[in-house]
């Protein structure tokens, strides 16, 4: 069975503060791709990243940057300096190589940043 | 980008009538779309999957004749939710896979039964 858990459900910050948001997941796939989505409050999905599971190499986008470990089974997502437009409901998702692009989400994250 | 398209965007309705909400992909062919229901702060619910030329393929607990999926094009795909309650009101998203298998997903409906 696939899962995909974020333990955090709200988590609020001052502006300026760096934030990051846990993901673990389960999964039997040996191939297997996890993302990170931002939900604002218009509810439209954005995405943010994908990760192929044998790309362990940690990767950086201006203010956001991943951290992928297979051996824990986590992918984590860190906001650098946030900022209050960075207020949103982030999810992480899971989907097997072979479950024709199906995606598993976590509950998702309710990030608050607060000027 | 690829964009995807939902049309409405909102809509309300009464207990007992039908809606039918479309996905579009907008500049490419997508020959699986894909259903989500997203209750209140909740997590995303994949619904169905929707091939196009064949039967959509619900997940577990998804009654299909409820919610009536047809993927008539390689770029359109509806959900018409029959003799709708007011525990049907939720936010239903699509998505549309590219040949690339790249994702795009919807902006959403917001389905309000009354």
């Known amino acids: 069975a696939q899962k995909v858990t974020q333990a955090q459900t709200e988590i609020s910050v001052v502006e300026k503060e760096d934030v990051t948001l846990d993901c673990v997941y389960e999964?039997?796939?040996?191939?297997?791709?996890l993302f990170w989505y931002k939900q604002p409050p218009s509810g439209e999905l954005v995405f943010l990243i994908r990760?192929?599971?044998?790309?362990?190499q940690n990767e950086i986008s201006g203010r956001y940057s991943w951290n992928f470990q297979k051996s824990t089974s986590s992918f984590n997502f860190t906001i650098t300096a946030s900022q209050v437009v960075d207020s949103a409901v982030y999810f992480c998702?899971?989907?097997?190589?072979?479950?024709?692009?199906?995606?598993?989400f976590g509950q998702g994250t309710e990030l608050s940043v607060k000027p | 980008g690829a964009v995807v398209s939902q049309h409405p965007s909102r809509v309300i309705c009464k207990s007992g009538t039908s809606v039918k909400i479309e996905c579009r992909s907008l500049?490419?062919?997508?020959?699986?779309m894909f259903w989500y229901r997203q209750f209140p702060k909740k997590s995303l619910m994949l619904m169905a999957t929707?091939?196009?030329?064949?039967?959509?393929?619900?997940e577990q607990g998804v009654e299909k004749d409820k919610f009536l999926i047809n993927h008539a094009s390689l770029t359109l795909s509806t959900l018409t939710v029959t003799s709708a309650h007011p525990e049907d009101s939720s936010f239903y998203i699509c998505?549309?896979?590219?040949?690339?298998?790249?994702?795009?997903f919807g902006p959403g409906t917001r389905l309000t039964v009354t």
């Open positions: 998505s549309a896979r590219d040949p690339r298998d790249e994702q795009y």
């Open positions: 999964t039997r796939d040996t191939t297997y791709y």
């Open positions: 990760r192929n599971s044998f790309d362990e």
């Open positions: 998702a899971l989907a097997g190589y072979n479950q024709g692009g199906k995606l598993i």
């Open positions: 500049d490419f062919q997508a020959t699986t």
């Open positions: 929707s091939n196009e030329g064949s039967k959509a393929t619900y």
